[in-house]
């Protein structure tokens, strides 16, 4: 380096004189320097626009992924209570109707303060238990509130002149509840359950169905055996069509829940449970109303050859009213025990109307309308 040096040293020195030679050097070092300084300057550059990208890339993420979730309610709500105290004493119509005044007609809320993530509709079997669903809708319209859920319930009233039929009514709460709104998620619930922690949310899960009601008080909130699938279940639109609903043939008391889980097994799917620390139910006290069906089990035995044909493709019934009351819908509704113990594998022709455009509203009628679905 140091030969070279002195050679370009010695071919400028030759026969030049001395400010010469010192005004050629003085370019070169500034030409030499302006390029250096030219290269850094734009590899800087370079650098930092490369980080630009990136940072408004990150901001334009964030700001659709924030604009997007902004109404959208948080994963876990914000205002939960975690264990209740059950409040046992029944309020009268107009004390609920005026503490829940932010409940639509018909039993129908939506959270204001962001877009709900489920849209649930809870199915009531019912039966002259007036008191009890004056307890319930006490209870529920407020938990359901605080899990930011927008939900409507819907009360399934069994005309006298047949027997009990809770897994018959919950298809019809299915069937009809469907003709009025679209909703990703039912659940099936009994009158008489009151959960004791709001942790216990009510929604579906999308992969299995779900059983709620999994430790009981008056079972000192020990799970009955594990194929229990009473009380209080979950299941998504698509599971519950893929199953045929509940099994229409179960009338008295007893069975179409074991009924249920074993059309679930067909299905292969397996039910999910939350855990019973959380998933804790009193149960409203009640004289026995209802007569044991005695043929439950061998029933539950044949459910492999008769879950296809029986279920809500085999639902006959008969709506006396419907009624959109302020805390819920009230549907009534006759059946026809003669006729549907009749129904046998080899003659089901009716289908039920399920996929209803979600904007169509049900348009009330006076007086009982009595339209008859199926004949
Ligand atoms: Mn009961």
């Not at 030409?31 to 290269?39: E, K, N, S």
């Not at 939900?151 to 919950?170: E, H, K, Q, T, W």
């Not at 059946?335 to 455009?357: G, R």
Request: with cysteine; glycine share 4%.
């Amino acid at each position: 380096m140091k030969a070279v040096m002195r050679r370009f040293w010695d071919m400028l020195s030759d026969g030049r004189p001395r400010v010469i030679r010192r005004l050629i050097m003085s370019w070169i070092w500034t030409i030499l320097f302006v390029t250096c300084v030219g290269v850094v300057l734009i590899l800087m550059n370079n650098l930092s626009e490369k980080s630009k990208l990136t940072r408004d890339t990150d901001t334009v993420d964030t700001v659709t992924a924030v604009e997007a979730d902004s109404r959208l309610c948080p994963l876990v709500p914000p205002n939960l209570k975690g264990r209740l105290k059950i409040e046992k004493a029944a309020s009268t119509w107009r004390e609920l109707e005026t503490r829940y005044d932010n409940v639509k007609e018909g039993g129908v809320y939506s959270p204001n303060e962001c877009q709900s993530r489920h849209k649930v509709a809870i199915i009531i079997p019912y039966r002259d238990r007036e008191h009890h669903l004056r307890v319930f809708l006490n209870h529920y319209h407020p938990l359901l509130q605080r899990q930011q859920i927008q939900y409507a319930i819907y009360v399934i009233d069994l005309a006298p002149g047949s027997m009990f039929n809770r897994a018959m009514l919950l298809n019809i709460g299915f069937t009809e509840a469907s003709r009025i709104d679209d909703y990703g998620c039912y659940i099936f619930h009994d009158v008489d359950f009151m959960a004791e922690d709001d942790r216990n949310i009510y929604t579906c899960s999308d992969t299995e169905p779900r059983h709620m009601g999994v430790s009981l008080d008056i079972h000192k909130y020990k799970l009955l055996y594990p194929q229990y699938f009473g009380g209080t279940s979950a299941m998504t639109k698509e599971q519950f069509m893929l199953v045929n609903g509940f099994s229409n043939k179960f009338f008295g008391w007893g069975g179409e829940d074991d009924d249920m889980y074993y059309r679930i097994k067909q299905n292969k799917m397996s039910i999910s449970r939350i855990e019973s620390s959380i998933a804790r139910y009193t149960m409203l006290s009640h004289k026995p109303d209802m007569e044991m069906n005695k043929d439950r089990w061998s029933m539950v035995k044949e459910v492999k050859k008769r879950w296809r044909v029986d279920g809500l493709n085999s639902l006959q019934y008969k709506v006396l009213s419907i009624n959109k009351y302020k805390l819920y819908t009230h549907i009534k509704v006759q059946i026809n025990q003669k006729e549907i113990m009749k129904v046998s594998a080899t003659c089901i022709a009716v289908h039920v109307i399920l996929n209803t455009d979600s904007t169509t509203k049900y348009k009330p009628t006076s007086g009982p309308n009595g339209h008859i679905l199926f004949t």
